[in-house]
């Protein structure tokens, strides 16, 4: 019985030990959410005006641009997956992909052949353990994405858009991210950037319901378009990078409160368990006791006679 009180009290102890971590875990994914909250709302007012920058070019000239001029027949399609490199989030990164394969299904069934981009290693890892190609991926700064991240991403997306089916290019581009609702929702989202649907531009801009005016452009209306996309492109991937960690930031947070949780219900369930084997223990030693004291007493009440 000694034993067993030994297996239950080195449990109590390791469990302890994870109780502690999972805990500092917590606070720290919590502080985290702070700041990657406050980065979503700084990045807000940046692509609100540069959206509306686009609209008033795409709107107020009549230039055939690659990046906003809708494909008759798209036959290719870029899909940009956001994920984590790192776990210990619940199924955060699981929910991105899962949203990312129905995409992907649902872009093949209209004849379109996909290709992958992935940010974060959690993606990585899926796609390489499951052989699928993957045309490139970035690790290494999901916790914590800055504007010269977003560029990085950015340039090889915009490259493939302008450049023709034939040579390797794309005709659509759509991002698949998990948007920061509240600290208790976070919703994987997918998104088409590319071409510019104008309508849902507006929308996004504030300007529906606005008369835009005709402008004149210097040098040009392409070489507006030109300058302006890219940055459009970069921004909304930054403010997509942003939302995607300030959700694993709050999953994280989730996962170590539940943990922690848990951690305390086991330590009370081993506890339980640990005094009812002491006391069983402590039961035998008083029947032992009790026992010999009576043999003994039968001894000496036998040499007596």
Request: glycine share 6%; proline share 3%.
């Amino acid at each position: 019985m000694g034993a067993q009180l030994r297996v239950y009290k080195r449990r109590i102890k390791s469990v302890t030990a994870t109780k502690k971590i999972t805990k500092a875990m917590e606070m720290i994914a919590a502080s985290r959410i702070v700041k990657a909250q406050r980065q979503v709302a700084a990045s807000t007012p940046y692509a609100t005006e540069l959206t509306r920058a686009v609209t008033a070019v795409a709107t107020g000239s009549n230039t055939k641009h690659p990046l906003t001029t809708e494909v008759e027949a798209p036959v290719r399609a870029a899909v940009l997956l956001i994920t984590s490199d790192r776990g210990l989030a619940g199924g955060y990164s699981a929910n991105a992909i899962k949203a990312a394969e129905q995409l992907t299904e649902r872009l093949r069934a209209e004849g379109k052949e996909v290709v992958t981009y992935i940010v974060g290693r959690k993606g990585v890892s899926y796609y390489g353990f499951r052989e699928r190609k993957v045309t490139d991926s970035w690790t290494g700064f999901t916790d914590a994405p800055t504007y010269a991240d977003a560029k990085k991403v950015a340039g090889p997306l915009i490259e493939a858009v302008q450049q023709d089916t034939a040579e390797g290019g794309v005709d659509e581009l759509h991002i698949v991210f998990t948007e920061f609702i509240s600290m208790l929702t976070q919703t994987p989202v997918q998104n088409r950037l590319l071409p510019l649907s104008l309508e849902k531009t507006v929308e996004e801009s504030g300007t529906k319901g606005e008369i835009l005016p005709l402008f004149d452009f210097e040098p040009s209306a392409e070489d507006v378009l030109d300058a302006l996309l890219p940055r459009y492109v970069e921004s909304r991937i930054y403010n997509a990078l942003l939302q995607a960690a300030a959700s694993k930031h709050a999953a994280t947070r989730r996962a170590m409160k539940s943990a922690t949780d848990n951690a305390g219900e086991l330590i009370k369930s081993l506890s339980r368990l640990a005094n009812a084997a002491r006391q069983a223990e402590i039961t035998q030693e008083i029947s032992e006791i009790v026992g010999g004291a009576s043999a003994l007493a039968d001894a000496t009440a036998g040499s007596d006679k």
